[in-house]
């Protein structure tokens, strides 16, 4: 499926912050719940939800509340996921940065 440039520009600009390029890479495999982003990226908890209200804004991600808790996840039926999903997969997955923040990841402190 193709994209226009309004759509493709924004979301190359959203794509564009390091942390959320991030945090799209880890939705693209499975879910996460803010607890858990919080400690494998090192930021507040306020920054993160900076961070995925942005990407929730675009379309590109999925919320799910459970109680007091939010889990995120990639949303498929974007217009733009085929470009996402594309995008995405070209990140190294032995890139530092990355293979850092997985290093980090735990369970749900939140269940």
Known sequence: ?????????????????????????????????????????????PAISQHLRKLKNAGFVNEDRRGQWRYYSINRSCPEFDTLQFLLQQIDQEDKWLTHIKQKETQACCQ
């Open 1 to 45: 499926m193709t994209i226009d440039v309004a759509a493709m520009t924004r979301c190359l600009k959203t794509l564009s912050d390091q942390t959320r390029l991030m945090m799209m890479t880890l939705f693209l495999e499975k879910e996460y719940c803010v607890c858990q982003l919080v400690g494998m990226f090192d930021m507040s908890q």
